[in-house]
């Protein structure tokens, strides 16, 4: 198994541009989630995802997307991104019942 | 906010143990204690978790305290690839939605020193 892979690795855009972070895994697990982590900061939950076709907000979800049209992929969408959006992104998955989240390894986002 | 309280670093000479303290003074009678850990520039890792009773595993040992008030987690032989953040949350199991998901803090930095 792959585990929970994220592309890209790393990502710049200007201010007002759109992109797509995606993020895969090959587990099937149902709970998908994103998380964004600033310097110094620990990991605060954007929206996630208890199965195909169900989303909901977590902690910071303003300026974010996200859809979940199948158990494999969770892409999160930056529709107008701004420089306060610079950040790592992480995407987790587990499976129902486990207490095992598992982690990519990262998107780095700077917008300019 | 994050319910557990860490200090925010730690040394430990390599071989010996490294001892991890975290409070969670109002930790509710249905929380679980979990343990995940960073290393640098990585996606966080799953460690441990446990209720009440004292846990090992390949990895770590997690002690809470009689009144579940405080934890500790153990790495018996630290190595210098232990260096990493590493955060206790609580909360409750993963009944579903947002339950099911994660409070970091800014846990411990802990450097493991030859």
């Known amino acids: 198994n792959a585990g929970v892979t994220q592309t890209p690795k790393f990502q710049v855009l200007k201010t007002g541009q759109s992109m797509t972070l995606q993020c895969a895994q090959d587990?099937?697990?149902?709970?998908m989630s994103w998380y964004r982590q600033d310097p110094g900061m620990g990991l605060r939950l954007i929206h996630y995802s208890v199965g195909a076709g169900i989303t909901d907000q977590g902690e910071v979800p303003n300026g974010y997307n996200v859809s979940r049209s199948t158990t494999e992929d969770f892409p999160l969408r930056l529709l107008s991104a701004a420089p306060s959006q610079t950040s790592v992104y992480f995407c987790?998955?587990?499976?129902?019942?486990?207490?095992?989240?598992?982690f990519g390894p990262g998107t780095r986002l700077l917008v300019l | 906010d994050a319910k557990t309280t860490q200090p925010p670093s730690m040394d430990c000479a390599e071989g010996r143990a490294a001892n991890l303290p975290c409070n969670h003074s109002t930790i509710s009678g249905n929380e679980y204690v979990y343990w995940y850990r960073q290393i640098h520039s990585q996606g966080p890792q799953y460690i441990i978790h446990?209720?009440?009773n004292n846990e090992t595993n390949e990895m770590a040992s997690l002690i809470i305290t009689e009144d579940r008030k405080s934890s500790t987690l153990i790495l018996p032989h630290a190595t210098l690839r232990d260096t990493a953040v590493y955060y206790c949350?609580?909360?409750?199991?993963?009944?579903?939605?947002?339950?099911?998901?994660?409070?970091f803090g800014k846990g411990t930095k802990l450097s493991v020193k030859p």
């Open positions: 949350i609580v909360r409750v199991p993963n009944y579903g939605g947002s339950q099911g998901n994660l409070i």
């Open positions: 446990g209720l009440k």
């Open positions: 587990m099937n697990h149902e709970y």
């Open positions: 987790a998955s587990r499976r129902s019942g486990s207490e095992t989240q598992y």
